[in-house]
């Protein structure tokens, strides 16, 4: 083999892992997350109950209304905590559901409740909505890739 050829493999090489797919997280409080009515609660870090200290950096988004997230990618992970069922809307297509916590679920450190790893890549708008007049949806975080 000549030393053109292997340089050039090598590039393609690196051009394919620079290529490789990335998480990235938008937190609660993220301008990309837009809530129809204003929160309930905003929790800090440490500032609300000792359910909330296991959320993604200690805060989280307590809501009554619908929480709408834009991101550009091919998945996503949803993470919050539910008093009662609420569903997910991708681009206005209903796309899942969730039928609400536990007292124990809210006490784990991760509440993956919705994961959607088959849009196409491009330019999404995840809808959360609750599913009932009683239902408060804390909203922890999502991940898109």
Same mark, same amino acid.
Request: aromatic share 10%; glycine share 6%; charged share 10%.
């Given at each position: 083999?000549?030393?053109?050829?292997?340089?050039?493999?090598?590039?393609?090489?690196?051009?394919?892992? @620079?290529?490789?797919?990335?998480?990235?997280?938008?937190?609660?409080?993220?301008?990309?997350?837009?809530? @129809?009515?204003?929160?309930?609660?905003?929790?800090?870090?440490?500032?609300? @109950?000792?359910?909330?200290?296991?959320?993604?950096?200690?805060?989280?988004?307590?809501?009554?209304?619908?929480?709408?997230?834009?991101?550009?990618?091919?998945? +996503?992970? +949803?993470?919050?905590?539910?008093?009662?069922?609420?569903?997910?809307?991708?681009?206005? +297509?209903?796309?899942?559901?969730?039928?609400? @916590?536990?007292?124990?679920?809210?006490?784990?450190?991760?509440?993956?409740?919705?994961?959607?790893?088959?849009?196409?890549?491009?330019?999404?708008?995840?809808?959360?909505?609750?599913?009932?007049?009683?239902?408060?949806?804390?909203?922890?975080?999502?991940?898109?890739?």
């Amino acid at each position: 083999m000549n030393l053109l050829h292997i340089l050039s493999t090598a590039l393609i090489y690196v051009g394919i892992a @620079s290529a490789a797919l990335k998480n990235y997280t938008i937190q609660d409080d993220d301008p990309a997350v837009t809530y @129809s009515q204003i929160p309930l609660v905003t929790c800090p870090p440490t500032t609300c @109950s000792p359910t909330m200290a296991n959320l993604f950096n200690g805060t989280a988004t307590v809501t009554d209304g619908p929480i709408t997230v834009s991101f550009t990618g091919s998945a +996503v992970y +949803v993470y919050l905590g539910a008093s009662g069922p609420c569903f997910f809307t991708i681009d206005g +297509v209903t796309a899942g559901t969730f039928p609400g @916590s536990t007292l124990d679920e809210l006490n784990q450190d991760e509440r993956l409740v919705y994961s959607n790893t088959s849009l196409t890549d491009e330019e999404h708008r995840l809808a959360i909505y609750p599913g009932a007049l009683v239902s408060l949806v804390a909203f922890d975080y999502v991940v898109y890739t």
